[in-house]
């Protein structure tokens, strides 16, 4: 089976503390931090040129590196501002995709090309979404392809300041801020104490010891789910609770796996776990000689194995699907936001 790189499972630990590894980078945080500075500082200068979209961008991001729940965050959000009347569409990166040139992304589209991110989104925002490197031509694309579109919304790239925003959302997880360092000594890209307009923490509560780390005042996320659909065919649909007492498997390929197993062990599952890399690509199949009854793996890696000849067959592949619940309050500030937008 795939394990995670074992450098970065040592820095991952070493980034919840100021220990000794975290102390000995710190001198190269220094470093990093002064040409990320530099870099914000151009673009609010003017000097490095930013494009601007004729409609409100909202950039959903974070500042500690690997996942904390922007997709989950970036589906509620486009399904919250089309309710509030907005006809949003969804910008990506789209991690590993092929190419650079933007491009359309469907529910069918290959991960391959467009990368598993987007092509989850597409299925379930139900609104137009385009992957693209440069996510200002992006834009452009999926606004001419999409002329009803009145409001874009970025799935990642906080800190890609060559694409204007208008209302940016600084996305936190349980673990915080962590050691509170940049990288390589701390697990941030930006401090702590960067501008942005909403924070959000994906957490079960938030101590005030985690509002503090985070900074602002901020909302909670909470990603929910009870239930798990065959892979191989969506209508099979069980409660988590229904799988006791069978050998179960649970596997993450997600920036922060532990939390899909908490998820797991909260619905009273005993399993074993089987954290991978983020955006494992499954082309190496890590399942081969399990014994399980059962596999209960996220919605971003059965975008990937569903697409695959030896996988999307596999009857002990279970997907649980996940949702954010948010308080309605974050989507009426970005909506008041956005329609207080100066035109182009």
């Known amino acids: 089976m795939p394990k995670n790189n074992s450098l970065e499972s040592t820095l991952t630990r070493a980034w919840l503390r100021r220990g ?8 190269l945080s220094q470093l990093f931090r002064a040409v990320s500075s530099l870099r914000a500082s151009l673009y609010r200068a003017g000097i490095l040129k930013a494009g601007r979209l004729p409609v409100p961008v909202v950039v959903v991001g974070n500042i500690f590196i690997g996942g904390t729940g922007k997709t989950p965050l970036t589906i509620w959000l486009a399904q919250a501002l089309r ?3 907005f006809r949003p569409g969804v910008i990506s990166r789209g991690h590993g995709a092929d190419g650079e040139a933007p491009r359309a992304v ?3 589209s290959s991960t391959l090309d467009v990368g598993d991110e987007p092509v989850l989104i597409a299925r379930r ?17 999926l606004l001419a392809a999409h002329p009803e579109v009145d409001l874009v919304l970025t799935d990642d790239g906080l800190q890609h300041y060559a694409l204007a925003r208008d209302v940016e959302v600084l996305l936190f997880d349980g673990r915080g801020a962590g050691n509170g360092w940049l990288l390589p000594a701390g697990p941030l890209r930006e401090a702590p104490s960067r501008r942005r307009d909403v924070t959000v923490v994906n957490a079960p509560e938030i101590s005030p010891r985690l509002a503090a780390s985070v900074g602002g005042t901020p909302f909670r ?3 929910v ?21 069978q050998r179960l498997l649970a596997a993450a390929g997600i920036g922060n796996p532990g939390r899909f197993f908490s998820l797991l062990r909260g619905a009273g599952l005993d ?24 596999i ?13 000849e030896n996988l999307k067959d596999d009857p002990r592949l279970w997907v649980v699907p996940v949702t954010a619940r948010i308080d309605a309050a974050l989507a009426e500030l970005i909506v008041e936001k956005c329609r207080g937008r100066s035109p182009v």
């Open 20 to 27: 000794p590894l975290a102390c000995a980078l710190w001198p």
């Open 83 to 85: 309710e509030a009347g």
């Open 106 to 108: 469907t529910p069918d």
């Open 125 to 141: 925002a139900g609104v137009p979404v385009f992957v693209g490197r440069k996510r200002v031509e992006a834009g452009r694309a």
């Open 221 to 223: 996320m909470q990603l």
């Open 225 to 245: 789910g009870d239930s798990a659909e065959r892979l191989a065919d969506p209508r099979q649909s069980r409660p988590l609770a229904s799988f006791a007492g």
């Open 271 to 294: 399993f074993a776990e089987l954290p991978l890399p983020d955006h494992y690509d499954f082309r190496e199949n890590p399942f081969a000689g399990v014994d399980a009854d059962v």
């Open 296 to 308: 209960l793996i996220t919605e971003k890696d059965a975008v990937k194995c569903g697409q695959l």
